[in-house]
């Protein structure tokens, strides 16, 4: 089966969770610094929400160009992914909502660490097709950074009841480490 609808659907998915997380932003009140001052955690949440969604998208891309075609399996794997993203406006409204307070910032560690499942859920399902001698198995390697991630998102949930600052440091924290170009799919295309 061709990779071309997957792909498709999938970068029409996630245009359509930005889309949803910008219409969520509102604008200030009145023309005042202070007001803007007040909407600030909706703005940074919705920066690093975005952040993520390119991450993904490009990920999502740049694996997909390793992969020759897909299965069922693949497809329900890509689906699981999608859902966990799609939780993103939700989850970072409400953050944005609570000015990132506790229960709220967890669950949004809670929506990423399961969103970073889904995407290993997926690796492992195009390898286990393509076999552990294809251009993803090698590309994708022992994924350290994919488990220092999930360590990274397992300490935000848990700082969450004590000190969300070290929680939402923790989420921006992976999202830095993923935003520097990951280089291993091109690097076994080339």
């Known amino acids: 089966m061709g990779k071309g609808r997957l792909e498709a659907f999938s970068d029409g ?11 969520e ?13 007040q909407v600030w955690p909706h703005i940074a949440i919705y920066g690093l929400s975005f952040l993520y969604a390119g991450i993904y998208w490009n990920n999502h ?3 997909f160009q390793a992969v020759k075609s897909v ?13 966990w993203l799609s939780l993103t406006p939700f989850t970072s409204a ?3 909502e609570n000015h990132f307070a506790q229960a709220p910032v967890a669950l949004y560690g809670g929506t990423l660490f ?12 195009l390898i286990a097709q393509d076999g552990k001698g294809s251009l993803v198995a090698k590309a994708i390697g022992r994924d350290t950074k994919g488990w220092m991630s999930l360590a990274l998102y397992v300490a935000g ?9 070290i929680s939402v440091g923790c989420y921006a924290l992976v999202a830095m480490i993923w935003l520097i170009p990951d280089k291993r799919i091109e690097r076994v295309l080339k």
């Open 13 to 23: 998915v996630i245009a359509i969770i930005i889309t949803i997380m910008v219409l």
């Open 61 to 63: 891309h740049h694996l």
């Open 71 to 83: 299965n069922g399996a693949v497809l329900w794997a890509n689906l699981h992914l999608l859902f």
């Open 114 to 125: 399961m969103t970073a499942i889904a995407y290993t859920i997926l690796v492992r399902v």
């Open 94 to 96: 409400w953050m944005g």
């Open 157 to 165: 949930i848990v700082a969450a009841p004590f000190q969300t600052s």
């Open 25 to 37: 932003l509102k604008a200030p009140e009145d023309a005042s610094l202070k007001a803007l001052l």
